[in-house]
C-alpha cells in the first residue's frame, strides 16, 4: 500500500492543522490539571527494555486473539465518543479500517452512525460500548438491538458517574455531544453491582468491564462473571491525579492469574507501548487518542496509515529484542528507569516541532 504518511509524527501535525480549537481541545485533552493523562505517558515512558540477542527473528509473528476472535496484532480500536465531529464518517472510518486490518473495533454507545449501520457495515468481529442511560426496560431494548446486529462482546464502561471536569474545552466556552446531552445521566451516576448482574443475565455472553485500576475491583469483576478486565482511566480524562494505566497493570494480572482477558488502553502512542504492555500481561491494547488523531489527520485511510506504522514499530521492537512471538514476551524483557524528557500527551512524538501541539 502507498501512504501518504512516513511517521506519525506527521499524522499528529495534520490532524492539528485540520481540527478546530474546541474539537482539538477535546481529542489531545484531560481533565483539570491533566496529571492523569500525563502520568500515562509517565509510567510508559519509566519503563526500559532489556533485549536479547542472536536469536532468529527472522519471522516474527505479533497476531493474537481477544476473547477467541483473531487480531493481527495485539491492539484493538478503542471506543471514542462524538468520532463525527472528528470526520463526517464518524466511527464508519475505524469499523472499515479495522476490517481491512484483521482488527477488532469497540463502537462506543455514544458516537455516529447508530449500532445497526455499523453492526451492517461490515462482516469482523467488533464489540458493542454501553454507557448506562436507563434503567432495565432501556437496557432490555438496547441490548436486544446490539444482540440483533450481531456485536460479538459487551463492553460496559464504569468509570464515568460523574462527568469530569474538562477545563481545556471549558476556557472555549465548548462542550462536546455527550456533555451536552445530559439525558438518563442518572442512570451512571447509580450504576451498581447489582445492574451489572442484570446486564450479565440480560445480555448472555462475554461480558467486558472498562475502567478498572484496582486489584479489589478487578477480582470483583471476575466474581460477577467478566470475561475480561479493561485497565482504564479513561485517557486521563475521568478522575485527575489516578495513576498511570500500565502502572497499575501487573498488579491487576497477577491478581487476575489467567481467569479473564486483560486489556489496557492510556496514553499508547508507539509500538514500543504496545510491547511493554503485553510483556506486562496485557491481552491486546486500545488505541484511543491516536486513532482520533488519525481520524482528524484524514479520515479512514490516514488511520490505516497510522496503524500500519504502528504495526511495524511493534514488528520492529520484537525483532531488536529477540522475540518472535507475543507469548515470548514477559516482565524480564522491562526495567524501570528514569523518562529522558517531560511527560505528556505527545512526549511519544519528540519531533513535533516544538515538542507539543496547543
Known amino acids: 500500500?502507498?501512504?501518504?504518511?512516513?511517521?506519525?509524527?506527521?499524522?499528529?501535525?495534520?490532524?492539528?492543522?485540520?481540527?478546530?480549537?474546541?474539537?482539538?481541545?477535546?481529542?489531545?485533552?484531560?481533565?483539570?490539571?491533566?496529571?492523569?493523562?500525563?502520568?500515562n505517558r509517565h509510567a510508559l515512558d519509566s519503563l526500559a527494555f532489556i533485549p536479547r540477542v542472536l536469536r532468529d527473528v527472522s519471522k516474527?509473528?505479533?497476531?493474537?486473539?481477544?476473547?477467541?476472535?483473531?487480531?493481527?496484532?495485539?491492539?484493538?480500536?478503542?471506543?471514542?465518543?462524538?468520532l463525527q465531529i472528528v470526520t463526517p464518517a464518524g466511527s464508519l472510518c475505524s469499523d472499515?479500517?479495522?476490517?481491512?486490518?484483521?482488527?477488532?473495533?469497540?463502537?462506543?454507545?455514544?458516537?455516529?452512525?447508530?449500532?445497526?449501520?455499523?453492526?451492517?457495515?461490515t462482516l469482523h468481529p467488533k464489540f458493542y460500548q454501553i454507557y448506562v442511560r436507563g434503567g432495565?426496560?432501556?437496557?432490555?431494548?438496547?441490548l436486544g438491538r446490539v444482540k440483533d446486529h450481531?456485536?460479538?462482546?459487551?463492553?460496559?464502561t464504569v468509570d464515568t458517574c460523574v462527568y469530569s471536569n474538562r477545563e481545556r474545552q471549558k476556557m472555549n466556552g465548548w462542550e462536546p455531544p455527550t456533555r451536552r446531552n445530559s439525558a438518563g445521566r442518572e442512570y451512571l451516576a447509580g450504576l451498581s453491582w447489582d445492574i451489572w448482574d442484570d446486564m450479565v443475565r440480560i445480555w448472555d455472553g462475554p461480558m467486558i468491564i472498562k475502567g478498572i485500576g484496582t486489584v479489589e475491583d478487578a477480582l470483583m469483576a471476575?466474581?460477577?462473571?467478566?470475561?475480561?478486565?479493561?485497565?482504564?482511566?479513561?485517557?486521563?480524562?475521568q478522575l485527575d491525579h489516578d495513576r498511570g494505566s500500565i502502572g497499575v497493570l501487573p498488579d491487576i494480572v497477577e491478581a487476575v492469574g489467567g481467569k479473564a482477558e486483560v486489556y489496557v488502553d492510556g496514553g499508547f502512542m508507539r509500538g514500543t507501548d504496545i510491547v511493554k504492555a503485553v510483556a506486562l500481561g496485557a491481552r491486546a491494547v486500545g488505541i484511543g487518542k491516536l486513532q482520533a488523531f488519525a481520524l482528524a489527520a484524514?479520515?479512514?485511510?490516514?488511520?490505516?496509515?497510522?496503524?500500519?506504522?504502528?504495526?511495524?514499530?511493534?514488528?520492529?521492537?520484537?525483532?531488536?529484542l529477540g522475540v518472535t512471538s507475543l507469548d515470548q514476551l514477559n516482565p524480564s524483557y522491562l526495567t524501570k528507569t528514569r523518562p529522558v524528557g517531560p511527560s505528556h500527551e505527545m512526549s511519544a512524538f519528540p519531533h513535533i516541532p516544538g515538542g507539543r501541539l496547543t
Request: net charge negative; glycine share 10%.
Open 136 to 142: 432495565r426496560e432501556w437496557i432490555e431494548e438496547l
Open 150 to 156: 450481531n456485536y460479538k462482546a459487551l463492553v460496559v
Open 222 to 237: 471476575i466474581d460477577h462473571g467478566a470475561s475480561a478486565i479493561y485497565v482504564s482511566n479513561h485517557g486521563g480524562r
Open 96 to 121: 472499515e479500517a479495522a476490517e481491512e486490518l484483521g482488527l477488532i473495533n469497540i463502537q462506543s454507545g455514544h458516537t455516529q452512525p447508530s449500532l445497526e449501520e455499523i453492526g451492517l457495515n
Open 1 to 39: 500500500m502507498e501512504w501518504e504518511f512516513q511517521t506519525n509524527h506527521e499524522i499528529i501535525v495534520r490532524a492539528r492543522r485540520n481540527a478546530t480549537g474546541p474539537v482539538w481541545d477535546y481529542l489531545a485533552g484531560g481533565s483539570e490539571t491533566e496529571t492523569s493523562m500525563r502520568r
Open 298 to 320: 484524514g479520515g479512514q485511510q490516514a488511520l490505516m496509515n497510522c496503524l500500519d506504522i504502528l504495526k511495524t514499530e511493534i514488528e520492529i521492537a520484537m525483532g531488536l
Open 60 to 82: 516474527v509473528d505479533m497476531s493474537t486473539t481477544i476473547l477467541g476472535h483473531p487480531s493481527s496484532m495485539p491492539v484493538f480500536l478503542a471506543p471514542v465518543a462524538s
